[in-house]
C-alpha cells in the first residue's frame, strides 16, 4: 500500500498542528516521518506472494502469516482488519529502537508522556543513531540505560500494521506470538499503564499459540512449546527475584555508596544464578545474549514489564472458562476501574483469589 506524497504530508501536517502545543516536536516529527516511511513501503500480501520473483521462502512465511492472522479473528476474537495483510520491507534489523531508563537506585522505569496514548515506560526512534544519542543524555544525567531494538510495534488500530521484513523470518511459534501480542493491544489500551497492557496482551499471546498449536496434535511441537513456556517461567523468575531484592535495597536506610556496592553485588549473584540454572536445565543457553548486556536497573525492568501481570490475566482467563469473548469483556471493565482498585483486583487475581469483584457489577 503506498500513500501518495500530498495525502502523507496532509496528515503529517494536520498531526504536527494537534500536537503543536508539545514542547518536543522534532521528536513527534521524526515519529510521524518514521512510521509513514513504514507504510510507503507495504503491499498486500496477495500482491507479494503472486509475484514471481518473489523469494519462496518469503512467500511460504506468508502464507503462514495469512493462515495466522484468519486463526487470530476467527478463533482468538482478535480485531478483523486490516493489520499484518500487507508486508514492507525496511531493509534493516530493527523497526524501531527504544530507550528505556531509571534511576540509578530505582527499580522503577521513567514515564514518557505523549499525546493519546498516555504516559509509557520507553521512548521510541526510528533511527537507531537518535536513540544511542538520547540514551547518553540520560546516561550523563545519572540514569541507568538500555536500548533495544524493536522488530514490531503496534499503531492500536490507528493504521493497519504491516507485516515487515525484521520479523518475517521468524519461526512459526515466535511469528504466532508476535500477531498474537500485537492484536490484543488493539483489544485493551490503557493509558499511563504500560504493565498493565503488556502482560495483558502477553496473556493472549500465551492462549493464543497454545490453541494454534493443539489444532494440529502435533506432540512434539506441543512438547516444544511446553518446554519453552517452562524456560520463559525459570527465567522471568529470576529476573523478578533480583528486581525485587534490588528494590528492597534501595528502600533501605542504607547510604547511596553501600546501595552502589550492594546492587554490584545483586547482578554478580544473579549471573551465577543464571550460570548454575543454565547447568541444570536444557535450552536456556537462549538466554545467553541478554546476560551478555551490561546488567542494570533499566534492563531487569523491560522484563517485569511483559510478565508482572501475567499470572492475574492468566487466572482471570481460567476464571472464565477459557472463554475468550468474557475474558476480554472484564478486563474491560477492570481496566475502567481507578489504577488503585484495578491493581488490587489483579493483585487478588493473581494469587488465585476467585472472591475478587468489580465494584461497578
Known amino acids: 500500500m503506498q500513500i501518495p506524497h500530498t495525502i502523507k504530508l496532509t496528515i503529517a501536517m494536520s498531526l504536527t498542528i494537534w500536537l503543536s502545543a508539545c514542547a518536543n516536536l522534532p521528536y513527534y516529527a521524526q515519529a510521524v516521518d518514521g512510521h509513514f516511511q513504514v507504510i510507503h513501503r507495504a503491499q498486500p500480501i496477495s500482491k507479494v506472494i503472486a509475484n514471481p520473483d518473489t523469494d519462496p ?20 476474537k482478535l480485531p478483523d482488519n486490516l493489520s499484518y495483510t500487507s508486508y514492507a520491507d525496511l531493509e534493516r534489523p530493527f523497526v524501531v529502537w527504544n530507550v528505556f531508563a ?33 540514551a547518553a543524555e540520560l546516561k550523563r544525567e545519572g540514569y541507568d540505560v538500555h536500548v533495544g531494538g524493536i522488530r514490531a510495534y503496534s499503531t492500536l488500530g490507528w493504521f493497519s500494521d504491516p507485516v515487515l521484513n525484521t520479523f518475517i523470518g521468524y519461526s512459526e511459534m515466535d511469528l504466532a506470538r508476535l500477531i498474537f501480542h500485537e492484536l490484543a493491544h488493539q483489544v485493551m489500551y490503557v493509558s499511563d499503564d504500560t504493565v498493565f497492557n503488556e502482560s495483558f496482551a502477553t496473556a493472549v499471546e500465551h492462549e493464543g499459540i497454545k490453541r494454534w498449536f493443539s489444532r494440529t496434535g502435533n506432540a512434539p511441537v506441543q512438547m516444544a512449546l511446553t518446554a519453552r513456556q517452562e524456560r520463559e517461567k525459570l527465567f522471568t523468575g529470576l529476573i523478578l527475584k533480583h528486581r525485587k531484592e534490588l528494590q528492597k535495597l534501595f528502600e533501605s536506610d542504607l547510604s547511596d555508596t553501600e546501595k552502589r556496592a550492594r546492587k554490584a553485588r545483586i547482578f554478580d549473584e544473579l549471573r551465577q544464578e ?23 536497573n533499566a534492563l531487569l525492568a523491560t522484563v517485569s514489564i511483559y510478565t508482572q501481570l501475567l499470572p492475574a490475566f492468566q487466572n482471570i482467563l481460567q476464571q472464565q472458562d477459557q472463554d475468550l469473548e468474557r475474558f476480554f469483556e472484564t478486563v474491560t471493565k477492570i481496566s475502567k476501574l481507578p489504577k488503585e482498585e484495578r491493581n488490587l483486583i489483579l493483585q487478588k487475581a493473581a494469587e488465585g483469589d476467585r472472591q475478587w469483584k468489580i465494584a461497578e457489577q
Open 274 to 296: 543464571f550460570s548454575l540454572l543454565k547447568a541444570e536445565k536444557n535450552g536456556l543457553n537462549s538466554y545467553d545474549t541478554w546476560f551478555a548486556q551490561p546488567l542494570n
Open 102 to 134: 531509571a534511576p540509578e537506585l530505582s527499580v522503577k522505569l521513567k514515564e514518557w508522556c505523549f499525546v493519546q496514548v498516555g504516559c509509557v515506560n520507553y521512548r521510541g526512534f526510528f533511527s537507531q543513531e537518535s536513540a544511542e544519542r538520547y
Open 57 to 76: 521462502e518469503l512467500k511460504h512465511s506468508l502464507a503462514k502469516v495469512v493462515q495466522l492472522r484468519e486463526f487470530a479473528s476467527r478463533e482468538l
